[in-house]
């Protein structure tokens, strides 16, 4: 695992997946903290139909589907719950007690 990253996303749903992959196509290193899909509220729910160009699946089948494309990039993924962001000179520390380690977080270089 790495210790620092050009970004960290906090949380694992479709706004931070999209945002991972985004960061990769620019080349950018990633660290994505999220919980187990599991516990998401979208993982319970029955039917998503509001994803464009998605056909209606269940929660829990798109949540894989999200996870899939962040196991398959190269998105450094740390399961735990991010409880703190501290600043550090020119990067930020993020504290996730789960994983006993702390993230560090450059703000350079990122357009």
Do not use: C, H, W
């Amino acid at each position: 695992m790495s210790d620092t990253f050009d970004v960290m996303i906090i949380g694992g749903g479709a706004a931070a997946t999209s945002a991972a992959l985004t960061l990769l196509n620019r080349g950018k290193t990633v660290g994505v903290v999220t919980n187990k899909p599991e516990t998401s509220s979208l993982f319970k729910a029955e039917k998503v139909t509001n994803y464009p160009g998605l056909p209606p699946m269940t929660g829990a089948e798109l949540t894989a589907l999200f996870r899939r494309q962040l196991e398959e990039s190269k998105a450094e993924i740390i399961i735990g719950r991010a409880l703190s962001v501290m600043p550090m000179g020119n990067s930020f520390g993020v504290a996730v007690p789960y994983t006993r380690r702390e993230m560090g977080l450059s703000t350079q270089g990122i357009d």
